[in-house]
């Protein structure tokens, strides 16, 4: 083969992968201008067959987006110093309704709504929080301790699928929480808002919560697994099957394994499996000690919850 006929020959494979490549980036302009000879890479009959419009509404109206912020005050000042934003979801599972009043209990996973020790924001912070001191005009201690003050949680409404404040893309909700329930274990937590129907102009009817509860003990090789997520507002859907499930190190409860690759922003969110086309709840996502994404099944989530005499919120009859 001459120098000339390879370099033709890798041009065209080029050309080609590059070809390919445009029209995965431009389907819909392929399409739309009736170009011939272009094969399109992923036809839309593809994903309709995977994931229904209805199955995405049903599994992104009950998770939502997540902002938590915590305070700590310096020890002898009056210097209050906010930890950057933490983000994640929480998945509403239950609605307790007293007339105009009521609370939402929402799961969620620990690291996403607990704050870190005071040691531990000493450790990557002091020079920060130095800093910072300095350029307020404190003065900063030679002995520099804080103390945990207080955290606010913001919910993100993404109303994008709802009708009942259609007009609004997100819409941010402080929530005037009840109580955290923490399980460091599992990392997870329950966490429970108080709402009165006329506060930010939502009602209890704007609350979507998961309508089933699956058991993950049903889970056979292959189910297909669906995540709903949301990572800065926009909504995260991924698909992937059931590979098994095993026991996690220094944890009591089995892990579900799947092919779906999770990040960090997952956390907090829901996994799905489809019966029969229909989503049920069957795990919480988290993230493990080597901060790999995983997934918590939903019957460790049970078990924890009727330890705690909540085990009721779950309860679909």
């Not at 800093?131 to 404190?138: A, D, F, K, L, Q």
């Not at 997520?229 to 590979?243: A, K, P």
Request: proline share 3%; hydrophobic share 40%.
């Amino acid at each position: 083969m001459t120098k000339n006929s390879l370099l033709s020959i890798l041009l065209s494979a080029f050309i080609s992968a590059e070809t390919q490549r445009g029209c995965v980036h431009n389907r819909e302009n392929v399409i739309e201008n009736n170009q011939e000879n272009v094969m399109e890479i992923v036809p839309n009959s593809v994903y309709d067959t995977l994931i229904s419009r209805e199955t995405v509404e049903e599994i992104s109206q009950c998770v939502y987006e997540l902002e938590v912020v915590h305070n700590y005050i310096i020890d002898g000042t009056d210097f209050v110093y906010t930890l950057s934003e933490q983000y994640g979801n929480a998945i509403a599972v239950h609605i307790d309704t007293i007339g105009d009043s009521g609370r939402i209990y929402f799961l969620t996973a620990f690291h996403v709504v607990s704050p870190p020790s005071e040691d531990d924001v000493l450790s990557l912070d002091s020079i920060f929080i130095r800093n910072e001191m300095e350029s307020t005009c404190y003065e900063v201690p030679s002995d520099l301790n804080l103390d945990y003050l207080n955290s606010s949680y913001t919910l993100f409404f993404n109303l994008q699928n709802r009708d009942s404040i259609s007009s609004i893309t997100v819409l941010p909700i402080t929530l005037d929480i009840y109580d955290i329930l923490l399980n460091e274990d599992e990392d997870i937590a329950l966490m429970i808002a108080e709402l009165n129907n006329a506060q930010n102009n939502v009602n209890f009817g704007s609350f979507d919560v998961c309508s089933r509860i699956g058991d993950d003990a049903q889970l056979y090789y292959g189910n297909e697994l669906v995540t709903s997520s949301y990572v800065f507002h926009e909504l995260m859907i991924d698909y992937g099957i059931y590979s098994g499930s095993f026991q996690a190190y220094m944890s009591f409860s089995s892990i579900i394994s799947s092919n779906i690759k999770l990040i960090p922003g997952y956390s907090g969110g829901g996994v799905f499996a489809l019966r029969e086309g229909v989503p049920e709840l069957v795990a919480v996502m988290n993230m493990d000690w080597m901060g790999k994404g995983m997934v918590v099944p939903i019957s460790s989530v049970r078990d924890w919850l009727e330890e705690i005499d909540l085990g009721y919120i779950l309860n679909r009859d």
